[in-house]
């Protein structure tokens, strides 16, 4: 395959890349990486229309390759400048604003007009580092199991990195350095080939990204409850079986803190629906000011909540469970119209080595909850095989 028909070819593979990352975005508008790769492409592909033109039209020096390399060395940016969005890092294009206009201005260097050597050795570097940037970026910030997504973007991305640096330090090291911009070359023609596989491989490594976050995400929405946030009974199914399952076999606690808002039917009726649901979410907002750090919070019906806790001593659950207690009652819920009085009742049970299954502990605390409200509410009340107590107001 001649020079001419590489760069046309990778000409409509980047405008496969934009189109489709475009397309993407349009059907995903939340995903706003994907109009950075959508750019990247577009970018790619002007960098390439200019080169196929460059075979057959003579074109000013800052033109060809001036503009052409500042048009690459964004679009290589724009890989990034995704990446770091889908992770929730600024894009950081500011710095390309800079760093492009500052790729044009160096082809006015005499040494670099001169040679196609010189400007490689000059700008690879430069591409190296923003491939080597992807891998840095998903550094500490994407989980083990996660990593398979991820990981054909990070290769394609080295790989890249890789023929760049190693055809680089070969012209440095070779005698000839003749190379010619439009010439068919082995170097040039490798490099056209990589950027090709380039063109090929990474929109579809980037839809690989966006469609794991969409499916976590989806994961995350079966889980969850729309109006807290917290963890919903489905959730509650599989957590607690993973959880029972470690206690029995290790011998370590497993308890349960169930509670549900006093006179809630009351706060609906007087106050409407509205700021029913505003109750909801202000009690689970304190709730979860006491039990920051704990994963295992769950909605399990209208106005009742559990808190799974594994690893801990029952006088420590207990402390926990008075302090959820009291943040709530002592922050009402204050609305436009009225101060809403707060109050939720509580009840705490412990796993006992008899227990068959999770369920049976849950029941428990159940039983003490409807136990604090039988007491007079606003308190908290301990269950376990051996005995019951009740702490609190």
């Known amino acids: 395959m001649d020079a001419f028909t590489l760069v046309v070819v990778s000409a409509l593979a980047s405008v496969v890349m934009a189109a489709s990352m475009a397309l993407l975005y349009r059907a995903a508008p939340r995903q706003a990486s994907l109009r950075d790769w959508a750019f990247a492409g577009l970018l790619f592909s002007c960098n390439n229309v200019l080169a196929a033109v460059a075979f057959k039209v003579q074109l000013p020096y800052l033109v060809v390759p001036g503009i052409g390399n500042a048009l690459y060395v964004a679009a290589h940016f724009g890989v990034l400048a995704g990446l770091r969005r889908h992770l929730g890092l600024a894009p950081g294009w500011r710095v390309m604003v800079v760093v492009a206009p500052l790729v044009l201005g160096l082809h006015a260097v ?8 010189h400007r490689l050795f000059v700008f690879t570097p430069l591409i190296a580092a923003i491939n080597l940037g992807v891998g840095l970026s998903l550094r500490g910030r994407v989980r083990r199991d996660e990593w398979p997504a991820y990981a054909p973007l990070v290769v394609m991305e080295c790989v890249f990195m890789l023929q760049q640096s190693m055809r680089t330090i070969y012209l440095f090291a070779s005698e000839d350095r003749t190379l010619t911009f439009m010439g068919s070359q082995f170097l040039q023609t490798s490099g ?10 990474t929109p579809m490594s980037c839809a690989l990204i966006v469609a794991h976050r969409q499916g976590l995400d989806l994961r995350r929405a079966s889980l969850t409850d729309a109006l807290t946030g917290w963890l919903n009974r489905r959730a509650l ?16 606690g ?20 509205a700021v029913g649901d505003t109750a909801i979410r202000h009690v689970t907002a304190r709730a979860g000011e006491v039990l920051h750090g704990h994963e295992a919070l769950f909605r399990i019906g209208g ?36 101060v809403v009085p707060m109050t939720v009742s509580v ?19 159940d039983e003490a909850l409807y136990r604090a409200k039988a007491h007079g509410r606003n308190r908290v009340d301990v269950c376990n095989r051996a005995s019951a107590a009740s702490v609190g107001t």
């Open 237 to 252: 199914q599989s957590t607690a079986d993973t959880v029972f399952g470690r206690c029995r076999r290790d011998g370590s």
């Open 254 to 273: 497993m308890f349960f803190i169930m509670f549900d808002i006093d006179h809630f039917k009351s706060i609906n009726d007087r106050y409407g629906h």
């Open 347 to 365: 009840g705490v049970a412990a796993y006992g080595h008899q227990d068959p299954d999770w369920e049976a502990v849950l029941r428990r605390a």
């Open 192 to 201: 056209s080939l990589f950027l090709l596989l380039f063109m090929v491989v």
């Open 110 to 117: 005499p040494a670099l007009q001169a040679s196609v050597a």
């Open 303 to 338: 106005e009742e909540f559990a808190v799974l806790l594994a690893g801990r001593r029952m006088h420590d659950v207990c402390a926990i469970a008075e302090r959820l207690r009291e943040r709530i009652a002592t922050m009402p819920l204050r609305t436009e119209e009225a």
